[in-house]
């Protein structure tokens, strides 16, 4: 079974402009989430998005959204980059099961680079 | 909001155990998470406990909880080189693994 992957690995944009990551789930996961990793930081979490609809919400502003569509890859947006967005984006899948003891893990891909000069 | 905290950088030589530490401040938390990650690569999931749980082996790994004072280790038994790292412990809240809250991670040296 193929893990996530994301695209691209690696980007570069200037200050001001928009960017468009992807992830694609590992097949059968519904539930697709997206960190967000810088030295000063760590790992943060952006959203979650599970069948189509956005289940939680980290605490980022406006300027980050996403979105999932019906085979479960999902998209995440950042607008009119900053500086202080240069960070390695991860995406993660896992089934999206909750509630009783039933174990979930959640699996994450390699990761997109985002340099923002 | 919830906050877990682990240590940054931790040394051993090669062959004797590791121990990593964790706490967390959220009492809700239902699932432990440790996770590793080399260079440049995503984060790999090693192994996890359920709070109901106080201990759970796997192979050379093995997870010791204390919900009482919220404090989580992993311990990994005869450490290789390969096992140089970040650890990053994680929590989760939410009954799913889907939001998780994550330690600042502990670099692991591991040496000859």
């Known amino acids: 079974k193929a893990g996530v992957t994301q695209t691209p690995r690696y980007l570069i944009k200037t200050r001001g402009q928009q960017v468009t990551l992807s992830c694609s789930p590992i097949?059968?996961?519904?539930?697709v989430s997206w960190y967000q990793q810088t030295p000063g930081q760590g790992l943060q979490f952006l959203f979650e998005?599970?069948?189509?609809?956005?289940?939680n919400k980290g605490n980022f502003p406006g300027r980050f959204s996403g979105r999932q569509f019906s085979n479960s890859r999902s998209e995440m947006n950042v607008s009119t980059l900053e500086l202080g967005d240069s960070a390695l984006y991860l995406c993660a899948s896992n089934l999206g099961l909750s509630g009783g003891t039933y174990q979930e893990t959640q699996y994450f891909g390699p990761g997109t680079r985002l340099l923002v000069l | 909001g919830e906050d877990v905290e682990q240590s940054l950088f931790l040394s051993v030589r090669e062959g004797d155990s590791s121990v990593i530490n964790c706490t967390y401040t959220d009492s809700s938390s239902t699932y432990l998470y440790w996770y590793k990650q080399e260079p440049g690569a995503g984060l790999q999931l090693l192994t996890y406990i359920f709070s109901n749980m106080d201990m759970k082996q796997d192979q050379r790994l093995t997870v010791l909880l204390n919900k009482k004072d919220k404090h989580l280790s992993l311990r990994i038994a005869d450490t290789q080189t390969g096992d140089s790292a970040i650890y990053f412990c994680a929590e989760s809240n939410t009954g799913t693994a889907s939001k998780l809250t994550f330690g600042t991670g502990t670099r692991l040296q591991v040496t000859l």
């Open positions: 998005y599970f069948s189509e609809t956005q289940r």
């Open positions: 097949s059968g996961h519904r539930s």
